[in-house]
DNA sequence: CGAACAGTTGATCAGGATCAACTCGAGTGG
DNA sequence: CCACTCGAGTTGATCCTGATCAACTGTTCG
């Protein structure tokens, strides 16, 4: 029932086969979204934590003016709003692409987390991931310049997705336009679209359409100063 | 030996005597540091997190050039890096005044984790927290002016003062420079400085030596587009 | 008394925003 | 089948927020 989730979580902590089962027992309903639809807003309640099951998705703030800024990107396997097990919603999730949400009810994870560490334990990984993410994401925003924190996004995003068994060879289905490049970086749609075309112009990474096509993948890290090593991929031992 | 710790964490969740006692006795040794000292540096290994018992401190991120991006301003009570106890260090921590730090061993802040759901449950609510507040950040950095950007800092530090117990009535010692708010905000020096200026010409807060006065709070939070609902303050309840 | 650091001021520059128009599909409906 | 729309991408021109450079003040502290 959340497959992806748990290969997800497996990444992180070794589960028992009971603790696996735990785990699947978790998403309670499952549902289906086209895309471009919210998946929750802002101050709404809700007693379910929605899982990203398939499909992409991101989480974003609005602002009072109409415009809004792009917290996250998310893959299969993410949880979209553990926050919500503990206290209020303050931002919002919309899909990228159709999308498979799990609901799984915020007392059946508490519960989970109570009654098996090891679960708890994975559950807080992937929130620290997220956390590493985010200090990123600060970094790139405050002190690199646009032409840097575009190649350091999309080196970001092609690793995740080449986790996420998202990638063929070079190449992926990338479902964001220059609009949400825009809004997650804090840029202008203009100037993002003028800085991809100068990535594109030195052969470093195509993204046309709504593909992705990686021609220099160590020229386009350096652009970004892109070093992986925040994204602690698949480091299980503690 | 953990007192301000024990007493942040007793904010979000409620503690048997027992637990109590556990939280207590996860510091192991404390350490007294000078203004100015770095409490860890990025990359560096070590088995024990850092708890700031007593005194102000920021997190950052060093960049190649020598400038740095700074993630939060922290306060007593706070835990610089619980990230330490499952994974890899990747941004260091500096003290802003001097500190009392308490060395909480890995092992024994993830075995009392393990044993006490609570004392878990009340850690996930401080993370969840700082995740919070980057979002918030994120915001600022991606969609709002140096003037706003500013403001809603300077009302997100008075409402952790004030919370932690530092405002004397509307003002506070606020150790922190120009140049850290620059670092913080993704500004220059020069550019912060003539926003305090200007928010001080229009008697909002006065911020000088190493005291902060809020005059016009109302203002204040207009000016930043300040809401402290994502700061959860002192809701107990999940 | 002289560093050394924080804060301040002025002048100039530039990265990126904004405004406006236009292209190019991919539908969609008559 | 064509006209129409609508969203994404692109281009050019101009503007402005905030960066950078450089100098100077004031204060603290050894």
Redesign the pocket.
């Known amino acids: 029932m959340s497959g992806r989730f748990l290969a997800n979580l497996l990444k992180y902590v070794e589960l028992s086969a009971a603790e696996q089962e735990v785990v699947e027992g978790l998403v309670a309903q499952r549902r289906s979204l086209p895309a471009?639809a919210e998946v929750f807003r802002e101050g709404e309640a809700s007693s379910d934590c929605r899982l990203l099951l398939d499909g992409q998705a991101f989480r974003h703030k609005n602002l009072s003016d109409g415009?809004r800024q792009i917290l996250s990107f998310h893959v299969p396997g993410d949880l979209l709003d553990l926050q919500r097990a503990f206290q209020g919603m303050e931002y919002s999730a919309t899909t990228l692409t159709p999308c498979e949400i799990g609901l799984a009810p915020r007392t059946a994870l508490l519960a989970a987390m109570g009654a098996h560490p090891k679960i708890a334990h994975g559950l807080w990984r992937l929130s620290l991931m997220e956390s590493a993410i985010y200090r990123e994401w600060m970094v790139g925003m405050g002190r690199?310049?646009?032409?840097?924190?575009i190649a350091h996004l999309l080196c970001e995003q092609v690793t995740r997705l080449k986790t996420a068994g998202l990638m063929q060879g070079e190449r992926a289905r990338f479902p964001?336009?220059?609009?949400?490049?825009?809004d997650s970086?804090?840029?202008?749609?203009?100037?993002?679209?003028?800085?991809?075309?100068a990535l594109?112009a030195e052969g470093l990474v195509e993204?046309?359409?709504?593909e992705l096509v990686v021609l220099d993948w160590k020229g386009l890290c350096a652009a970004g100063e892109f070093d992986s090593a925040y994204l602690n991929l698949g480091r299980r031992a503690a």
């Not at 804090?186 to 075309?197: C, D, E, F, M």
């Open positions: 471009g415009r690199r310049t646009a032409y840097a924190r964001a336009t220059q609009a949400h490049l825009a970086l804090g840029l202008s749609v203009v100037h993002t679209n003028r800085v991809l075309q594109r993204l046309r359409g709504r």
